[in-house]
């Protein structure tokens, strides 16, 4: 059976699944093909970035599930070493664009490894991630004698004049608006790009589980994500800042301007906790997972709509509504 795994890893397959969890002292086969896949994300980074988390986060995976700090730094130089290189060779790539897809694989792949990817964690990555797409922007716009912000603000106006509304009042009316909520709110630009890293990544995660035999357990399922306090805490001051401002109370702009932002992105992170309660909630009563898929679906659609979903995370944030039943079993219990 060795032989035949064996032979089955050499021809490139890497996927097909063990038969039982190898030991630290084991042939390093998982750490050879993590390697392979880590510096092949690396390699794509500068021109895939979303290819570059999924695979740094499979990669990381394969790397780091057994114990040792080598395992790790093999891993995290990897990744580095070829998206780097040929960052600084290639002259229309800059360094942080190709370091920030490699390492959301990297952070997702390692917690995942040592069982620690919760949702403190991946709104911790999630945060670092922006602030170092943002950071890296921030550089490259100094270095052009300018600021970022005034480089979105003339981004935004090009963008809106180009729409070409012509003379029809409605259609300026709807340009202004875009060009004022993109104006205070394009922060959240980078957000997106974090999450859509993050999602890859989390892919790449999946994989993993899947692959080998022992992956069951390292899955972490969706419907028991929880937000974290912090960003409880985050979502309300960001709202008072938000109704003191639509009842006038005047503020820094730079005050309303991080408040807004950070709320928003607070919300995405509530959001998905109602999501989530929806999901185990379907679950928990016997709902398969064609009509959960509809409901997370639906559910989205309601957030769009009501903002229901940021409702129903925020008071399960509180009232922790998927620890009720553990209560009452171990309260029958005694």
């Not at 998206?83 to 800059?94: H, K």
Request: proline fraction near 4%; charge should be neutral; aromatic fraction near 12%.
């Amino acid at each position: 059976m060795d032989d035949e795994r064996d032979r089955h890893l050499n021809m490139g397959g890497g996927l097909v699944p063990y038969d039982t969890k190898p030991s630290d002292n084991q042939a390093p086969e998982p750490l050879r093909f993590g390697v392979f896949w880590c510096l092949a994300a690396g390699a794509v980074a500068g021109y895939i970035p979303v290819l570059a988390s999924f695979a740094g986060a499979y990669g990381t995976c394969l790397c780091t599930y057994q114990k040792g700090w080598k395992r790790i730094l093999a891993a995290l130089i990897s990744l580095l070493a070829p998206s780097v290189a040929i960052a600084l060779l290639v002259p229309s790539l800059r360094v942080g664009d190709v370091v920030v897809p490699t390492l959301v694989g990297f952070a997702f792949g390692l917690l995942t490894a040592k069982k620690r990817l919760n949702g403190n964690t991946v709104a911790l990555t999630s945060a670092a991630a922006v602030a170092m797409l943002i950071g890296s922007d921030a550089v490259s716009s100094a270095a052009t004698g300018t600021t970022l912000s005034q480089n979105m603000a003339s981004l935004i106006n090009e963008a809106v004049s180009a729409a070409n509304v012509g003379g029809d009042p409605q259609m300026q009316a709807m340009a202004d608006r875009v060009r004022e909520s993109l104006s205070l709110y394009w922060p959240l630009l980078y957000g997106v790009v974090a999450v859509v890293y993050g999602f890859c990544a989390w892919l790449g995660v999946v994989m993993f589980t899947h692959s080998v035999t022992f992956g069951s357990e390292y899955k972490v399922q969706f419907r028991t994500f929880e937000a974290p306090t912090w960003i409880l805490a985050i979502m309300v001051v960001g709202f008072a800042i938000y109704i003191a401002q639509r009842n006038g109370t005047q503020m820094p702009r730079e005050v309303v301007f991080i408040g807004l932002n950070l709320m928003q992105g607070a919300r995405f992170f509530v959001v998905l906790q109602g999501l989530a309660l929806t999901v185990w909630f379907l679950a928990s009563h016997g709902v398969g997972k064609f009509g959960q898929a509809l409901a997370f679906i639906f559910g989205i659609q309601l957030e769009y709509s009501f903002f229901v979903m940021s409702v129903f995370g925020f008071v399960d944030g509180l009232a922790h509504f998927r620890d009720w039943p553990k209560k009452d079993k171990s309260d029958g219990q005694a």
